[in-house]
């Protein structure tokens, strides 16, 4: 299939070489053109301006948030054919993929939100989970695509639904990593080793992904290796936030991780890794996670 | 070795048949002495009264709180031996520990803090997890007898790091399962239903034990079996609040969470189980996990 | 001045009088065609048709939100004469006055948000406090109008800078409101009084409106008189923490505040008074504040 | 009559000083000595080492916590006179008043927990506002000391409710005063002069203490004069949680102020002045409260 791909970011890139390898025709653009054109020599694909975008059967778009995804549609509304298919593996925003979505319909443009989870070495690997939200019919067309990027491809719901749950996976990972700073630093200053009250948590019911994976890979050893943008985070766990908040549920818990990941990134800047905001607490405590 | 048992509960009952059956000869003594009676016919230990527990090499407490384990130390302490080796397997506070060590050592009984996870299933199959704090030389002691009831015995520091341990992992969990409801709920509005929505966080960086093991077996099927009392996990987040206080770490998350369960308490009543605490955010949002 | 006014609700019908008698002709208009008969009949207004609006010089708006101030100049927009002046009373929403005064802007017309403060009390009287945003040379233009209907008429920014004062002041009442509950419980069950407590409190730092008029006069007694729906409280706490979003300051206690009134809200329902919020803290407590 | 004053810090040395004037003789002691020749030296009163403080019919203490009570009364203990009346100005704790209570009743002195209410201007001025606790009768003998040093002594409740009052009082102001920095924050960051957004508020229903004294006159101007430290509300907010959480309140507004005057005591230091927690926000915010 003659595929379209907006964005070679640290995502977008390695999944746009693996629809690729998966043997479909993948025109790529980037708003820095050398990288399209660095992507398209590494890899066998074509690197192309906006417009040419509209020639394809499906266009993948990938951008740091729901706005530049608006402001690309609204820019290749006029050259794009009936009967072509969107997904957008953007981390955005219910409300404003339910506008986009509605734009394209107009011109006979299905759009599906299909976030992705599992990290860039989950992109390398095609591993990803992928979350989609959209009409069924168009869910079905975009398999075999999704399947090429990801492992894990489920269709849950109408358009939203994909960057609802997406949103509320990364404000759980961010509610569970703030609450597991503040035991362990807490028990640190007790007297006791972290590593050690981390193989008890682990072993019990206090578990979750941050004290697997997050706290004993990046915070015990302070590599914090620069993998998710803290700025990122925030502004999904903002998008959780409003995701509770569209439902109509009461949800102290949300907004209080809101609000914490928010003064996070003001302390650390947008820039920093994700797993860094442990560090705000870390500061608190007058103690370090070790 | 000549073994106390003091506290016959949904744990303590379990445990204690486990150390019989390690060979150990087991007196054991319960408030209300015909439970005890019972225990004595079903697996062969001998019903005692309090006093006679001081017979005992080693002496176990599984009490609700750390108020009955200080009121049965006072009583049987004139009956005390030297090198007697206490065990308190209840979930208790850090602070009343220490104090109850203070004066078990006045008389040379050695005190350890040994609360337990993996719930009564663990507690059956002697494969518990076992968070241990005291002096090194008394955990030696202790660790054959304590390896008899659990898989997974860990010294986590000085007399009460075992039960500050053990109240960060439950508060730990109240808070992640409180975050998954929330966002639950919010998607479950939205048209998602929770079975997906849990399938693709379990894949994903937002799993925690309350998504992959509570919300699937128990809330999903509204089976909400009771094996844990809502109002003894209330006690234990307090207590957890209690850790990041003394240690002197802001912990807005902690303190949220700590009022969240003490209100599902009053709504729900102590003794309802602690998984249902999600069905105050259900009223909240007039809607269901499912 | 010819003055149109739409919307007779609790605040608007003695506001609308109170212009009447100062000297201007009124034209009201009210959905309920009923109410401005009623109002014309009793106080010499005359009764109009939506369309019959748009001959007035000024026009002031004074609906339960935003929604209905934007669907009501839509429906006027053809009918509206350059240089009109455009005055909304409704507690509404900074956002989306900016974006009602763009769309009146296009058709020359002066748009400017001035909600009021003080109670149905004040707006009978005329002493209403009054913050507006928008431009100054409007502002002067209402000035006189808006005497009419307030003692305290402030220009404060901007469009939108009045109802973003409005949202913040009534977040603020909500805080103040429920700490006071929160802490006036407690030593009820301590043994305090709460009258006792508040003389205390009120000649003292931790003194606010709420614990000067409304617990006195309206908890205390049990009285707690319909003067301001907790549902539209529970709006306004959520626009203020839209203001303190959209303005980036991080927030916990805005957010936590906005919670706690949605699940009031939510546990009373939407028609309850805005003071009977301490209900679920009472609830809660197991007491009353008396 | 035979008064013993022990603590000369900013709250004391005025406060005995007017109990001087007031025709009574005072015994004060002060841990440095020199501060207590200086009193003496400067207002007629007379420096006494600490047993001989026992020689008063009434004993004032006016110390940072209750520790310090605690520990005075131990040493005094042996010296203490039956009949004796104590009076504790410390904003000190209920639970551990009740202790000293206790303590002294042993001997024969009545204890009352007296703290007050008005800053170093109302101890210079004798216009304190005064929350007593204690036994009636013992209330009655102290009131005449009482109204020397203050000019409105209320009888609140048994040992113990003057701490529990003046903590919630301090903890009302914390959560009034942070709550304002968040909302006048954002409307400065939106365009409204926060002058002018307290000139609407005050005239509404979101003033409080905080809004109508001490942003006014020491946020705006920039003086931030030390007046009362940071550390010690701080210390306030703890006790004022304490007392819900003793009385069973579910309260997360009171649990969300105590973590946030944590953190700010931990980012500013102890010694800052209470107001400057504002400081904290404005941090956050990018932004002052001008």
Redesign the interface.
Known sequence: MRVGWIGLGAMGWPMAKNLKEAGHEVLVHNRTEAKARAHAEAYGTRAVPLEAVAEAEAIFSCLPTSEEVAAVVEALLPHLREGTLWIDCTSGE?EKSRAIAERLSGRGVAFLDAPV??GTAGAEAGTL?V?VGGDPAAFERARPLLEAVGR?V?H???V??GH??KA??????A??L???A??????V?????AG??L???N???????A?E?LIPNRVLDRSFPLTFKLGLLAKDV?I?AR??????????????????Y??AA??LGEEADHVEAVKV?E?????AIR
């Not at 509320?168 to 990972?173: I, K």
Request: charged share 20%.
């Open positions: 219910p989870s599992g989970a979350m894990r489920v849950v719901g109408p939203g639904a609802a749950v509320v996976n990364n404000t759980l990972l509610a569970n703030w609450a597991a503040e035991g362990l630093l807490a028990l200053k007790e007297g006791v080793p050690l009250a193989e008890v948590l072993a019990s019911s206090g578990r979750s992904f004290t994976e903002r959780g995701v509770v908040e569209g439902a109509g549920v009461p949800s102290p818990l949300f907004h209080l991780v809101r609000e914490l928010q003064l003001r302390e607490v500061g608190w405590a007058g103690e």
